[in-house]
Structure formats: C-alpha cells, structure tokens
C-alpha cells in the first residue's frame, strides 16, 4: 500500500520557520512530480509548490521566495522549507504525488501536518 508520511507541523509565531517533511513508502519518487498542497479552514485545497522530475519547482505567488521544496531522492522524501511564515499560511499541509500518463495520471495524498502561524 503506498504511503505518503508527513511530519513536521506544528505551532509557530510569525516570522518564524517550519520544515515539512514527507516520507514515501511503495513509490519511487524519483519519477513523480512531487508536490505540497494546503488546505486553511473554509477555503479550498490549494497547491503550494511542486518539482518536476527534471528539478524544476513552481510556487504560488504568495509563498514565493519564502518557501523552498526540495527531494531527497536517497530517502524517498520531499520536504517544505517555509521561512517568513505569517498567520495566513495556517492551513492542514498535504504531499502530493503525482505519476504523469498518457491516460490518467495515478496520485497519491499524505494525511496532513497542521500547521498554525500565531503569536
């Protein structure tokens, strides 16, 4: 059964940092485009960020250049460095994997980390 772990949410005041962490488990990373999404109560899902398998990341505008997704391909993870948080980025943070197909594209989602930005 594949598995998308992630860790590393939790409670921190604006200004600060958090390093999301995601573990997978049954897939090679290597060859999904990997990505994080983030769900803020009463809003909709939304995308974050993600990397290609060529390396390339793509970030919303409004976690660009504070937010950085990165792949650790030895341990199949991918994690979230998000620095400069503020409260607007409280949100349940989800990984998503994604395998491209010439039909339909096989995705995977993690749990969810909360992540909460108040003082």
């Known amino acids: 059964q594949v598995q998308l772990v992630e860790s590393g949410g939790g409670l921190v005041q604006p200004g600060g940092s958090l390093r999301l962490s995601c573990a997978a488990s049954?897939?090679?990373?290597?060859?999904?485009?990997m990505g994080w999404y983030r769900q803020a109560p009463g809003k909709q899902r939304e995308l974050v960020a993600t990397?290609?398998?060529?390396?390339?990341?793509n970030y919303v505008d409004s976690v660009a250049g504070r937010f950085t997704i990165s792949r650790d391909n030895s341990k199949n993870t991918v994690s979230l460095q998000m620095n400069s948080l503020k409260p607007e980025d409280t949100a349940v943070y989800y990984c998503?994997?994604?395998?491209?197909?010439?039909?339909?594209?096989?995705?995977?989602w993690g749990q969810g980390t909360q992540v909460t930005v108040s003082s």
């Open positions: 998503n994997a994604r395998l491209i197909l010439s039909g339909s594209d096989l995705i995977y």
């Open positions: 049954r897939i090679n990373i290597e060859v999904f485009v």
């Open positions: 990397l290609n398998i060529d390396g390339r990341a």
